[in-house]
């Protein structure tokens, strides 16, 4: 099982940028998705989580700028991110609790991604 995240890239303050990542594998069930992002000198931050009911939370510094959703149906979790600013650039990494078939035998993972740069700059 794997995750695969894309949509990173350079983008204008005030701008917008859409991410994607979709979870691949013997998946038959996936639990909370979200995102995380590590800026330069940073520690990883949670940015943003989805339940698998569709229940969110954001971090503070995100909240009215950035949307999580998901598509059950495509295993796949967005991030919508708008009025993208200079601090918001960083490495987004997505993350999520799948449960798959291991050889017949029922088995779980936090799994993350490979993470996607993107770049806030005028």
């Known amino acids: 099982v794997q995750l695969q995240a894309s949509g990173g890239g350079l983008v204008q303050p005030g701008g917008s940028r859409r991410l994607s990542c979709v979870a691949s594998g013997k998946i038959y069930r996936i639990n909370d998705m979200g995102w995380y992002r590590q800026g330069p000198g940073k520690q990883r931050e949670l940015v943003a989580t989805i339940t698998s009911g569709g229940s969110m939370n954001y971090a503070d510094s995100v909240k009215g700028r950035f949307t999580i959703s998901r598509d059950n149906a495509k295993n796949t979790v967005y991030l919508q991110m708008n009025n993208l600013q200079p601090e918001d650039t960083a490495v987004y990494y997505c993350?999520?609790?799948?449960?798959?078939?291991?050889?017949?035998?029922?088995?779980?993972?936090?799994?993350w991604g490979q993470g996607t740069l993107v770049t806030v700059s005028s």
């Open positions: 993350n999520a609790d799948l449960y798959y078939n291991d050889y017949g035998n029922p088995a779980v993972e936090n799994a």
